[in-house]
Every structure is written in C-alpha cells, then in structure tokens.
Nanobody, 121 residues
Framework: QVQVVESGGGLVQPGGSLRLSCAAS????????MAWYRQAPGKQRELVAT???????NYADSVKGRFTISRASAKNTVYLQMNSLKPEDTAVYYC???????????????WGQGTQVTVSS
C-alpha cells in the first residue's frame, strides 16, 4: 500500500510565493519519478512539473522561470516552489508518484488528494 500526501496550499496575493510539499510512503521499493499536476474549476487537469529519480526536471511553459520542483534528501518527498504567482495559477494541485511497489515489484502510479492554491487580491 502506497500513500501520497500533499500539503502547503493556501491563499496568496498575486506576485507572492508558496511552497507545496508531497510525501510518498508505504510499501515502496523505489520511486522512478514524481510530478505535480493542477486542475482549475471547469478545466482539465494539466501537468505542471516533473522530476525523475536522477533529478532531471521538466516544466510546463506556463510556469517556467517561476516554479521549481525539487527533491528532498529523503527522496520520498518533493517540493514545488511557486514564485511570482498569478491568478491563473489558482487550482487544486495534485502530486503524482511513479513507484515500484515493494510487495509486488510492479510499477504503479499513485495520486495524492490535492491541495488548494488560490491566488487573489
């Protein structure tokens, strides 16, 4: 059993900053990659940023230069540092983890429950 939990969301003014955290736990043999997605009301879920076990990162064009995904020393945890936030960044942010499950040895994808980010004056 694997659990993914996000935290750090909240209300912030335009131009402000926020850092989201994502922790994966449970029967994990290894984590191949983790990612952040977001979904605004009435819109499709979109990929925001990804990071591999080797530290390679990719970003959506809309957040390049403003957001940074990183991995903690404890490699079951990743962060999304969000700077220069805009109202259009308002969404529920979800963490995704691609893991090798320890009990089965198979690759599976797990999702967190999401954390709300609201950018407003």
């Amino acid at each position: 059993q694997v659990q993914v939990v996000e935290s750090g969301g909240g209300l912030v003014q335009p131009g402000g900053s926020l850092r989201l955290s994502c922790a994966a736990s449970g029967s994990i043999f290894s984590i191949n990659s983790m990612a952040w997605y977001r979904q605004a009301p009435g819109k499709q879920r979109e990929l925001v940023a990804t990071i591999t076990s080797g530290g390679s990162t990719n970003y959506a064009d809309s957040v390049k230069g403003r957001f940074t995904i990183s991995r903690a020393s404890a490699k079951n945890t990743v962060y999304l540092q969000m700077n220069s936030l805009k109202p259009e960044d308002t969404a529920v942010y979800y963490c995704n983890a691609n893991v090798i499950v320890a009990t089965s040895g198979v690759l599976k994808v797990y999702w967190g429950q999401g954390t709300q980010v609201t950018v407003s004056s």
